[in-house]
C-alpha cells in the first residue's frame, strides 16, 4: 500500500513557469496522474502556450480567483468552486486577465502523464493545429 500526504507549500516552485507551479506529484509515489497547483497573478498565464494533448485529459478546478480560459470556441470564465475540463485534441490557454482584481489559484490534473504529446495551438492559422 502507497500513501502521501503533501503540503503544497513545502513544494518548490518549478522555474522557467509564466506563473507559480507547484508540481505535487514530484512528492508522490503517483505514476498515472499528474497534479500541479498553479498560482497566476493579474495578466500571467498558467501553460508555456496555447496547446492541445493527444492523449491527455486535463481538469482545471479553480480554488480562488477566475480563471479565463481561451478555445477555438470562445473564452471561458472558471469561477471560484468551478470545474474546466478538457478532453484530448481540445486546444487550450489558462490565465488570469490582466484586468483581474486578485491572483487566481487553480489545482490542475491530468491523465495520463503523457508529458511528450503537447502540441502548441495557433488559433490564427488556418485549421488550428
Given at each position: ?28 509515489d503517483l ?14 498565464q ?49 490565465y ?21 504529446a503537447?502540441?502548441?495551438y ?8
Amino acid at each position: 500500500m502507497g500513501y502521501d500526504v503533501v503540503d503544497s507549500r513545502a513544494v518548490s516552485p518549478a522555474e522557467g513557469r509564466p506563473c507559480e507551479l507547484r508540481r505535487l506529484t514530484s512528492a508522490t509515489d503517483l505514476s498515472s496522474l499528474a497534479v500541479n497547483r498553479y498560482r497566476a497573478e493579474p495578466g500571467e498565464q498558467i501553460p508555456l502556450k496555447y496547446h492541445y494533448h493527444d492523449e491527455q485529459e486535463e481538469a482545471f478546478y479553480v480554488l480562488g480567483g477566475a480563471l479565463a480560459v481561451e478555445t477555438p470556441e470562445g473564452t471561458h470564465t472558471v469561477a471560484s468552486g468551478s470545474l474546466f475540463t478538457a478532453t484530448p485534441g481540445s486546444p487550450h490557454r489558462a490565465y488570469n486577465p490582466e484586468a483581474a482584481d486578485e491572483a487566481v489559484e487553480v489545482l490542475a490534473i491530468g491523465a495520463p502523464t503523457v508529458e511528450d504529446a503537447v502540441h502548441p495551438y495557433d488559433p490564427g492559422a488556418d485549421g488550428g493545429a
